[in-house]
């Protein structure tokens, strides 16, 4: 427990929950023909970037329709800062910044006519519309670019547009819903880049994403969702160690096939390993790739260098690496991510 300032015991859970912006309760939502949703709690605390990552038809879409009381769900309660989605839509429509995933622009309007549009529908006091817009154009590098229009620009291009069109009112909450779905590699950085700007600017973000690394370099806590919640919320390193706690270690050798041998035996039966892969990648070198249930990874390197000390065996290209999101998923769900990679 905590202490205050004045001496008298913090309440800890209050302050967590003041702490909440948008609380979903025990959410089903049911299409005529399918249950997108089963049973959905969450909290999305103040200034962190919650991703939520499943794969193709995994309900993220239908939780941001949810957030944003585009529709109405079948049981549970969702409240924003205390607010109804459905109920108290207008008055959160100023406090929400919404990056669809279809892209949902004007083509026959230039860049810059897009967002003074959208500029004057969010209702950004009419003097400060010029600057706002070329802060925007400025930050996603399409100021060069203001004046073409949309139709001409690369997919990118119309999802960088596309961010800073949500940003223009300033609003508190942030919802990206797969914000660089099938873009190229430099427009996902500037992306990226801006996105983890946003929690020091006061922002509250919820991006869904089906990239792993996306969620991995962005996320401060990730929920794994495919219909029901598989894992989470939790920070990645927590899900990886209660998950996936194996050490992958792998490392190349120039050994003989008998030292070689001897080597595996003492991996297998004295450090309890597993091999998942061993190869010859040339006529002197072999790679080996051990996984290890262990978490004092402190002794079990002290046992590998005195075993490849005594033996006088060298070893190049040693790497220790923990498991990824994907290799998370796989074991929770059996399932590959992603099936259609782009
Ligand atoms: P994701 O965004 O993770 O790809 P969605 O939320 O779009 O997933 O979809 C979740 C499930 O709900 C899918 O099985 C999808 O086919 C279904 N679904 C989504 N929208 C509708 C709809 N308007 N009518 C019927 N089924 C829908």
Redesign the pocket.
């Known amino acids: 427990m905590t202490v205050n300032q004045e001496g008298a015991p913090e309440d800890v859970t209050n302050s967590e929950s003041n702490n909440i912006i948008i609380k979903v309760d025990s959410v089903i939502k049911k299409?005529?023909?399918?249950t997108?949703l089963k049973n959905i709690s969450f909290s999305i605390r103040k200034n962190e970037i919650f991703t939520i990552i499943?794969p193709?038809?995994?309900?993220?879409?239908?939780i941001v329709k949810l957030l944003t009381g585009q529709i109405k769900l079948t049981e549970g309660s969702i409240k924003i800062n205390n607010m109804d989605p459905i109920s108290d839509r207008r008055k959160l429509l100023g406090i929400f910044g919404l990056v669809p995933q279809e892209i949902a622009l004007y083509d026959e309007l230039t860049g810059r006519e897009n967002l003074t549009f959208h500029a004057r529908l969010y209702n950004v006091p009419k003097q400060k519309i010029q600057q706002r817009v070329d802060e925007m154009l400025d930050i996603v590098g399409l100021t060069e670019r203001q004046n073409d229009y949309v139709r001409t620009y690369s997919g990118g291009m119309k999802r960088r547009l596309q961010l800073v069109r949500a940003l223009l009112h300033d609003p508190k909450i942030i919802i990206l819903d797969e914000p660089t779905l099938g873009i190229d590699v430099q427009s996902r950085k500037a992306i990226h880049d801006y996105i983890l700007e946003l929690p020091r600017q006061g922002k509250t973000i919820l991006l869904t994403t089906n990239y792993m690394e996306e969620a991995e370099r962005l996320a401060d806590r990730i929920l794994i969702l495919d219909t029901s919640i598989i894992e989470g919320p939790g920070r990645l390193p927590e899900i990886q160690e209660k998950i996936f706690p194996n050490t992958i270690i792998e490392f190349k050798t120039s050994l003989d096939a008998v030292t070689s041998e001897f080597l595996n035996d003492f991996l297998i039966n004295s450090l309890h390993g597993e091999i998942i892969l061993e190869k010859e990648i040339s006529e002197q070198q072999r790679l080996f790739q051990f996984i290890f249930d262990i978490s004092d990874i402190k002794e079990l390197l002290e046992k590998f260098i005195n075993y490849t000390n005594t033996h006088d065996i060298s070893i190049t290209e040693f790497t220790i690496k923990s498991s990824t999101l994907e290799d998370i998923f796989l074991k929770l769900t059996g399932k590959e991510f992603r099936d259609n990679e782009n």
């Not at 299409?31 to 399918?34: E, H, I, K, L, Q």
């Open positions: 299409y005529p023909n399918t997108a499943g193709n038809g995994a309900g993220k879409s239908t």
